[in-house]
């Protein structure tokens, strides 16, 4: 059996032995980040993350820390998760887009950030997604590699933060 039978094999076995809640969550989030991969080409960023913010319109419920941040990074990796094996390679942005959309729907306030970073040669840009002021997607010490841009990102349609 070839290495590449062997890891679909592997993959599905994988996805079969999830709950059904990561499962739906999963599929949701292959098929956000290719609508968010076609939105942000087509439209850019701000009119992206508009669309998302009217599609995820939810009401903020009483979430403790700790489940907040942990339904969070749960979302955030099965996001990632679909962003590596899933139709669409994503970076960071579409991916902590998506985690946003996806949080947002489930009553839990998420805050985009984007930040950079310089080294000896190169500016990196990396976009995460912070609830309850910790970072929830990427590295865990992301907000100490990068600095954020003009503090928080403005949430759409109101100019505020």
Do not use: N, Y
């Not at 059904?20 to 076609?38: F, H, K, N, T």
């Not at 990074?73 to 998506?98: E, I, K």
């Not at 954020?148 to 949430?155: E, F, H, N, Y």
């Amino acid at each position: 059996m070839t290495s590449a039978r062997r890891s679909w094999r592997q993959s599905l076995t994988t996805f079969r032995a999830m709950p059904w809640r990561d499962r739906w969550l999963l599929g949701q989030a292959a098929v956000s980040l290719v609508a968010v991969e076609i939105l942000l080409a087509s439209v850019g960023f701000r009119r992206c993350q508009g669309a998302l913010a009217r599609l995820s319109r939810g009401r903020l419920r009483a979430w403790t820390d700790d489940d907040a941040r942990r339904d969070a990074a749960r979302t955030a990796r099965l996001v990632a998760l679909a962003a590596r094996r899933g139709p669409t390679r994503s970076a960071c942005l579409a991916q902590a887009l998506v985690v946003w959309g996806l949080l947002r729907r489930r009553g839990i306030d998420a805050e985009l950030r984007i930040g950079v970073a310089k080294t000896d040669v190169r500016l990196d840009a990396h976009a995460w997604i912070e609830v309850r002021g910790r970072a929830v997607s990427g590295d865990g010490d992301v907000p100490e590699r990068f600095q954020p841009l003009g503090g928080r990102a403005a949430s759409p349609g109101t100019g505020q933060p």
